[in-house]
């Protein structure tokens, strides 16, 4: 049977500096479901309906 | 917000390896006090947290500058303790999963495909922490537990699932 090597656990130490990470990390992500969402809404994007347009 | 652990999952994966999906760390950047106690608790139950180089492309993969992919990748760093290496045994389970799939297989991402290799390979040790439920049926994978968090906006369920 395949075995996993052990690791050296890490502890997250700390909470507060960790928070702040994930928060920047969210902003991130929510910045690039935006660019997504633009990309999506330009596929409906042409010459005829230029309404649509970004 | 809460999170509902039964009381069987530590019992259940204590001294083993848990594989996070992407999504997992998509919801510790967004819903951190939750996820930070809950990671804790793994960690505290000797459970060795991992996943796979495919799960951190798919979580870095649009990051718009160098020091945002670098916070990415700091935040894998600081919740994971070890990355699997894809073997060549992990890609020929991959390539035998895609026939027990079936015509399922075509709407899988091949990071699924992969995930679901890892736990083919070490069916004692590792399970796989995952908020896709869909993607890893019931005929290939055993559904050992669920977490549950209560949202004010709905409840996310996760699936702890290990090769059968």
């Known amino acids: 049977m395949d075995k996993l090597p052990k690791a050296d656990r890490k502890k997250i130490i700390n909470k507060a500096e960790f928070k702040k990470l994930a928060a920047r990390v969210k902003k991130?992500?929510?910045?690039?479901?935006?660019?997504?969402?633009?990309?999506?809404?330009?596929?409906?994007?042409?010459?005829?309906?230029?309404?649509?347009c970004n | 917000m809460k999170i509902v652990i039964p009381q069987d999952l530590f019992s259940a994966i204590k001294n083993k390896h848990l594989l996070l999906d992407t999504n997992v760390f998509i919801d510790t950047s967004v819903h951190f006090n939750d996820f930070f106690n809950f990671i804790s608790k793994l960690k505290g139950q000797n459970i060795t947290l991992v996943t796979i180089d495919l799960v951190k492309i798919e979580f870095l993969k649009g990051a718009p500058t160098i020091q945002k992919y670098k916070e990415k990748n700091e935040?894998?760093?600081?919740?994971?303790?070890?990355?699997?290496?894809?073997t060549s045994d992990i890609n020929n389970n991959v390539f035998e999963s895609i026939k027990k799939y079936?015509?399922?297989?075509?709407?899988l991402s091949e990071t699924d495909l992969f995930l679901g290799a890892c736990l083919m390979k070490y069916k004692k040790d590792l399970f796989l922490l995952t908020r896709?439920?869909?993607?890893?049926?019931?005929?290939?994978?055993?559904?050992v537990s669920v977490v549950n968090m209560i949202y004010t906006k709905g409840i996310h369920s996760y699936g702890v699932y290990k090769a059968k």
């Open chain 2, 75 to 86: 935040l894998i760093e600081k919740i994971i303790d070890y990355t699997i290496p894809i």
């Open chain 1, 28 to 52: 991130t992500l929510e910045q690039e479901v935006n660019f997504l969402d633009k990309i999506k809404s330009n596929e409906n994007c042409n010459s005829s309906r230029p309404i649509f």
């Open chain 2, 132 to 143: 896709d439920t869909t993607d890893f049926p019931l005929n290939i994978f055993e559904l």
């Open chain 2, 102 to 107: 079936e015509l399922y297989g075509k709407a």
